[in-house]
Structure formats: C-alpha cells, structure tokens
C-alpha cells in the first residue's frame, strides 16, 4: 500500500486510527477458548466489529510467538482476514543485520504479506536497509518510543547536541524516502511532536501510547499532524479488551467509535 493510498483511506474514513491486536489469551474471553482458534476468533470478531472506523491493524508479534506454532497459524489467518483495505503493520521490533535481516524482510512482507514491520535501528543503517526496497511495503522505524525508559537512550544528546533519537531520524532519512519508512514516535512525549514534525514534515508517524499510556490524542494531533494528517494512532487495549464477555465485539466497536468521532473533529480542526 502506498502513500497516497493510505492518505485516500484516512480521508474516507475520516479517521486515522490503528488498532493494535495484542491478543493475549490470557485476556479474551473465556467462552472462546473452546474454539479450535481463540485467538484468531477473537481477532476475527474485533476486525469485523472495527474495520470501517480504522485504516490499520498492528498485531504484537509476541502474542502469537509465545504460543509456538498455533500462535504463528494464528497470525498468519488473522493478517490474511484483515481486508486489503487496511494498512497491516506486524509489530516485530526486528533489528539485526545481513541475511538474517534479509530473512525477517521476507517473512514478513512476503510470506505473511504484511504491508509494514517495524524495526530497531540500534545497529545501524546495515539493520534497516534489508527492509528496504519491497514495493509497497514499509519499514517503521523505533525513533522516541513511549515506555518510560525511552528516557535511558533516546534523549541522550550526542557530539552536535541533538538527541540521539532526532540523529536517528536524520540519518534514516538520507537512507529512505517518506514513501517506505515511518517512524514510531509515542504519545508520551506531546511537548517533542512540533520538533519531530519540523525534521520529518512528509513522513507518516505511528503513535502509541494513546488511552492505556496516558497519551493524549489532542495533544499529539495538534502538533504531530503535516497536511495531510501523516499520523497512525495505535490503541490497543482500550479497544479491543473493553470488555470480555459475549459482547466483547461491540464494546470494542463502541470504544472504536468515540476515537473516530474525536478523530474526525481534530482532521476538520487542523488540517
């Protein structure tokens, strides 16, 4: 899926939302486990719940990588029941070099047909640029995350002063364009959004951190958005643990909706 593509998306649907599936098995509901696939029921039942109030889908790999082989199966149905309509991101956080890299590339965009992976750039440009060059498909890029340890690396200043996380984005850059790299940049850090646009104007940002993290989709529309929006939310939990019994589906879908509806208001606002 390119640029444009998603751009088109987000104004049809007038919403710019991501949902991410981390289905932990532990949390869903306990009816369901009597299926032959809890997960990928689960997942199934929030993707026909949601799929007209988002433009994304982000499953956590660890979710179905903990379940060994099931797992895997899990996912891999659930990326192919997503509608080719929606911008799939596999949340894998890869981040090695050569072949290996090479490999996690090809599993991801090729076997499962994910559109985006993201990845870790700690190792350098070696570590990012086997995700590279598969039309259509993206590398999302670790820039300034949302967990309280971010502060640990990200925002030490390096030789000319700047944060180690905007030397991040300026090098990848010089590596890709807007049209097969994003960055991930959380939600918990509101006051860095108007600095992170300014370095990246035609780059699409992934945000988590929204609702669970304390994020603030108004803060981060605000200051994130370039003009065309160039934002993709991510909520999790909020979403698609609403609740756990058999309405589980259109609770999800009610807390979907409030997010869309505040999201239509801020894409009218500030674009």
Known sequence: MNR?????????RQSYL???LDTDIARIPKYLL???DPIFEFNKQIIDATHDLCVAYKPNLAFYEALGAKGWQSLEKTIHYIPDTHFVIADAKRGDIGNTS??????????????AVTVAPYMGEDSVRPFLG??????VLLALTSNAGSTNFQLTRQEAGQPLYEKVMRLAMEWATPDELMFVVGATHPEKF?????IAPEYFFLV?????????????SRSGMNAQCGLLVNVSRNIIFAADGHDFAVQARRAALAIQQKMAE???KYL
């Open 134 to 139: 598969f039309p259509g498909k993206w590398a």
């Open 208 to 220: 988590p951190g929204v609702g669970a993290q304390g994020g603030e989709l108004e803060a981060v």
């Open 4 to 12: 444009e593509e998603i751009y088109d998306y987000i104004r049809r």
């Open 266 to 268: 801020l894409l009218q």
């Open 34 to 36: 009597e299926q032959e």
């Open 194 to 198: 108007k600095t992170l646009r300014a």
């Open 102 to 115: 090479q490999l996690y590339a090809q599993a991801f965009f090729e076997t499962l047909n994910a559109d």
């Open 18 to 20: 991501c949902i991410g």
